[in-house]
């Protein structure tokens, strides 16, 4: 089957083709960096990162552009109550920000390029726009001209008419043409301190949503396949990053968008004030493991809300380890056949099928974690009635691997298989030295079963893997 995104922009589900045959560009709205980012930005990168593996895993090549927002009124009013720089003051949540990415392993984009590194080509933006009609100032703030362009809102499925009329109430404190024109460069005032650039649109600062549009058509071009982030950011920022993008290029901007369903809190929505706030830190100083909060936020279809418990918490961990005793249960199995097992092989077929369908629909996950399951269980008889051979150890473990490529939570930092290898040998090191013939040979026996092939030298005992 073929892979099929929802897309936001057409409201159905659409077979996917990148652009450039084979290679995938996709932008995905990165985080403000003011504060450590909580979970629910997490579950929003965490989308992006099943979305951005699975590309891979079907053998497309991608370019990620995440950008860092580090221009913002948060961060100007804080940077300034601190007496430090921007630059300063977002350092250090910047850097705590890819310290949680790792810890999460969530691949790292292609770019992360920072909004203060690309004002110039915002303001040749900005001067497109207003060669084209689209952008106009007033006392030092430029604004886009919303009447210019009929799609406006589309993407939120907002009419125009709608939209004036419903923010009438704000009419006073612009002095723009329309109340829905929006900022894109904003005049500098005492409240921005040292913050501002000279530039030929005046002294001041780019507005949020011009620093998505200029920085994704400088890294990917005017054109490309995917953009992403959750729900918020449909409206009105991505709706004025089409506006922005197709207004100064003349060109088509994004194929498919894609958007992430909120992260709630125990059933409600997350927020400092009802205390259910939570970084990933302090789960982690609570003592949860980054990979049961991984799989947590992403064992739910991405457009469905994710109620994040800590009961649910618990529940991840302990599938995980369920997995984990799996794949060790694999590991040591005793091998007493030599041949493959076609009831193996046929569940390895089919369970690669239905993970593959399932992601294949949107990112389906629940379907392909319960295709997990099924194979677990159907491996788990197999390896009751001891008909697993070593070469069907390795299939199921090469096919778990493979998933995990895509998953990015069964890794663990030594290779079972060798360790197991390794326990093996010392036990029969031990057994030789009492001389205790018959253990130490049934040990190189299960080793060989296993592939391993023993080699005794005057330093001690060093072991090979037979490739098949
Ligand atoms: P921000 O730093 O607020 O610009 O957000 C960074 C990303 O996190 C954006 O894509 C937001 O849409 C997303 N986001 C913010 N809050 C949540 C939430 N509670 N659940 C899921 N995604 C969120
Ligand atoms: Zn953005």
């Not at 009329?165 to 009419?171: E, K, S, Y």
């Not at 001041?204 to 950011?233: K, Q």
């Not at 994710?306 to 590991?331: C, H, K, M, P, W």
Request: hydrophobic share 40%; aromatic share 10%; glycine share 8%.
């Amino acid at each position: 089957m073929a892979l099929r995104f929802y897309n936001t922009l057409t409201r159905t589900s659409e077979e996917f083709a990148p652009i450039t045959p084979g290679h995938v560009r996709m932008y995905t709205c990165g985080p403000t960096i003011h504060d450590f980012v909580h979970i629910g930005n997490f579950r929003t990168f965490m989308f992006e990162d099943l979305l951005r593996r699975y590309l891979k895993y079907k053998g497309l090549k991608v370019t990620q552009v995440m950008n860092l927002t580090d221009v913002d009124d948060k961060i100007i009013r804080k940077s300034t109550a601190e007496g430090i720089s921007i630059q300063e003051y977002t350092r250090r949540y910047r850097t705590a920000f890819f310290d949680d990415l790792d810890a999460l392993h969530i691949e790292h984009a292609e770019h992360f390029p920072a909004a203060s590194e690309y004002i110039d080509a915002m303001v040749a933006m900005i001067q497109s726009l207003e060669k084209n009609g689209f952008a106009y100032q007033v006392d030092g703030n430029w604004y886009f001209r919303i009447q210019k362009f009929p799609g406006y809102g589309r993407l939120a499925g907002i009419k125009l008419d709608e939209l004036k009329m419903g923010a009438r109430i704000a009419t006073d404190e612009y002095e723009k043409e329309q109340v829905g024109d929006f900022a894109l460069w904003k005049a500098w005032d005492e409240g921005d301190g040292e913050v501002y650039w000279e530039t030929p649109l005046g002294k001041g600062r780019p507005g949020w949503s011009i620093e998505c549009s200029a920085m994704s058509t400088a890294l990917l071009g005017n054109h490309f396949d995917i953009h992403t982030g959750g729900v918020d950011n449909i409206f009105p920022h991505h709706d004025n990053e089409i506006a922005q993008s197709v207004g100064a290029t003349g060109e088509p901007f994004v194929n498919v968008w894609l958007h992430s369903a909120h992260l709630i809190v125990e059933g409600q929505k997350m927020a400092k004030s009802l205390g259910n706030f939570y970084t990933l830190r302090e789960l982690l100083d609570r003592g949860y493991s980054p990979k049961a909060i991984r799989y947590l936020l992403l064992s739910k279809h991405y457009r469905q809300q994710l109620n994040f418990t800590f009961e649910s918490l618990g529940a991840s961990a302990e599938t995980l380890q369920r997995l984990y005793d799996f794949i060790d249960n694999v590991t040591s199995a005793t091998m007493k056949t030599a041949v493959p097992n076609p009831a193996v092989t046929r569940s390895v077929e089919t369970v690669q099928d239905r993970f593959e369908e399932a992601l294949d629909d949107d990112l389906n996950i629940s379907p392909a974690l319960g295709a997990i399951f099924d194979f677990v269980r159907d491996i788990n008889r197999v390896m009751t009635k001891q008909k697993l051979s070593y070469e069907d150890g390795r299939n199921v473990l090469d096919t778990m691997g493979r998933f995990d490529t895509v998953l990015g939570v069964l890794a663990r930092e030594a290779q079972p298989l060798d360790e197991r290898v390794e326990a093996l040998i010392r036990e029969r090191e031990a057994a030789r030295k009492v001389k205790n013939w018959p253990r130490s040979d049934g040990i190189r026996d299960e080793l060989a079963s296993m592939g391993i092939t023993l080699e005794d030298t005057a330093s001690g005992t060093t072991w090979k893997r037979k490739v098949q």
